[in-house]
């Protein structure tokens, strides 16, 4: 007998609301379009799924969690899946305890022929201090004019944004931490050529923190490991409301027992804002004993101005729940004043 899946994923993001709950305001999101109308954006369905280097690349863990869900609402275990990249989905884990149960919700419905499951996620993160418009268009990657937000003054800029790590202006991660501290915003500016999916970058991140926080140690008060007065932070603002189809898994067949089953829907929707007001939505180390010559003390420009990565996670979690790897400006706000 061939029965019936349905797998349904609703993710939904709010970065700077004009309310202070716990839920997001749905009128601060753009209208929905179809993944399909934009032609720089791709979803990721994996954490650690490659990323194309000229586009960009949003994950969420919603889609594994309610995948997950689905399988888990058969009295069997599924098999023989007619495509091998759904069951290598399957087999994934990177979704597991990523947020509080109480943060996410997840509805199955199981019928005769039919399990519906949909997965959601409603946060409203916003900043307990709100940063400030740039105030001319800033470029990105030299081509597009887009918004973006900076530190109100010096004093205000120690407030809101924290220093993880500083290489050089073209290698540096910055921290954001919402009213709700229990969540960060890690932006990482960086060279990406050899780490070519989400995983990748995060799992580079927490190595260069762990370095980063062992040369504290050593030297707290050297110029590359905090804040200066005269550093420059730029942020670009987003606002986007992607909706999604995956025609490589509707379609899909698998067994429970004697049973075939087939996806008939394979469904996600991303909504994601962050602008000035923020989000009303980690071996031992191998330490080189090498002496570093230091460098003369000079401004740092945190311009994230160039192809960038940002995470969302908790900070009582190893892993975010939400990525997005940041090639062009396709999902950015155009400045248009």
């Given at each position: ?29 753009p ?18 799924k490659?990323i194309?280097l000229?586009?960009?690349g ?15 609402a058969h009295?069997?275990?599924p ?27 997840v ?5 005769a ?11 409203n ?25 900076t530190?109100?003054n ?5 407030q ?43 799992d ?5 923190l ?7 140690e ?24 992607i ?39 980690k071996s ?18 945190l ?10 996670k908790?900070i009582?979690k ?9 090639a ?7 400045f248009?004043e």
């Amino acid at each position: 007998m061939r029965r019936l899946a349905y797998f349904l994923f609703f993710t939904q993001f709010i970065f700077g609301c004009r309310n202070e709950g716990s839920r997001s305001d749905e009128d601060a999101f753009p209208k929905v379009v179809k993944l399909d109308s934009l032609k720089e954006t791709d979803f990721l369905e994996a954490f650690d799924k490659r990323i194309n280097l000229e586009r960009n690349g949003i994950y969420c863990f919603t889609i594994n969690e309610a995948l997950e869900q689905a399988q888990n609402a058969h009295a069997q275990t599924p098999t023989k899946y007619s495509n091998p990249n759904l069951e290598k989905l399957v087999a994934k884990k990177f979704h597991q305890n990523v947020l509080n149960s109480d943060e996410y919700s997840v509805q199955v419905l199981v019928e005769a022929n039919v399990i519906e499951v949909i997965a959601s996620i409603d946060l409203n993160l916003p900043f307990e201090l709100y940063g400030k418009k740039y105030p001319s268009p800033f470029l990105f990657n030299n081509s597009e004019e887009v918004k973006a937000f900076t530190a109100r003054n010096s004093r205000h800029k120690h407030q809101l944004f924290d220093l993880n790590y500083y290489v050089n202006d073209d290698n540096f991660s910055i921290l954001i931490t919402p009213k709700n501290k229990e969540h960060q915003i890690i932006l990482i500016k960086g060279d990406f050529r050899k780490k070519r999916s989400l995983k990748k970058v995060f799992d580079d991140y927490s190595k260069n923190l762990k370095n980063a926080n062992l040369k504290r140690e050593k030297d707290d008060f050297y110029w590359k490991n905090y804040l200066l007065e005269e550093d420059q932070i730029i942020i670009p603002n987003f606002s986007f409301n992607i909706e999604h189809n995956y025609a490589e898994y509707q379609g899909n067949t698998f067994y429970v027992g004697t049973e075939l089953w087939s996806v008939e829907e394979f469904y996600q929707r991303i909504a994601f804002v962050l602008n000035e007001k923020g989000a009303q939505i980690k071996s031992q180390a191998k330490i080189e004993e090498k002496k570093e010559e230091k460098e003369e003390r000079k401004p740092k420009n945190l311009v994230f101005d160039k192809p960038f990565v940002l995470f969302i996670k908790r900070i009582d979690k190893d892993l975010p729940y939400f990525g997005m790897y940041v090639a062009n400006s396709e999902l950015m706000e155009a400045f248009d004043e």
